[in-house]
């Protein structure tokens, strides 16, 4: 644990961190492309002139935020294209079009309800590890991490 850095301090940057599995709550509901980067932004703004360790992490929390909606929209984009292609491929295929379309469609359907789950889950166990660890006064780098804000 770093010594050197306060107890407010630490739980700033703590909340920036965790204000992240707010956004991905929020988004469940109501998935707006973009909104998780809200909550660790306004934690950041709030925290960032108080101690340089909590600019850094909230750059990196907002950073995260960020990068997960780019990738969460890449994946999304490519799953409606293959969803599209498939259904196209068993339309224009010989046999029972509505049947081969219907097992298709429902296997993508379950393919991508296991991937926003695995998605979900990542994000939520690195927001919690990097939340304890800023807690203990240890800064953290997100995996897969674009930086945006340096």
Not at 44 to 50: A, I, P, Q, S, T
Not at 66 to 71: D, N, Q, R, T, V
Not at 117 to 139: D, E, L, T
């Amino acid at each position: 644990m770093n010594e050197s850095l306060d107890l407010s301090t630490r739980r700033w940057g703590m909340s920036c961190h965790l204000s992240g599995l707010l956004a991905i709550l929020i988004c469940s509901f109501a998935p707006i492309p973009f909104l998780g980067a809200l909550f660790p932004y306004i934690a950041w703004r709030l925290g960032r002139d108080r101690h340089p360790f909590i600019d850094e992490q909230g750059r990196e929390a907002i950073n995260f935020q960020l990068s997960m909606s780019i990738y969460l929209l890449v994946a999304v984009i490519s799953w409606i294209f293959l969803a599209f292609t498939t259904c196209m491929v068993a339309i224009s295929g010989a046999g029972s079009t509505q049947n081969s379309m219907g097992n298709a469609f429902s296997w993508l359907m379950i393919l991508g309800f296991v991937a926003i789950a695995i998605f979900a889950a990542f994000m939520i166990a690195v927001i919690s590890f990097a939340a304890v660890k800023a807690n203990r006064g240890q800064s953290y780098r997100y995996p897969f991490n674009l930086r945006f804000l340096q």
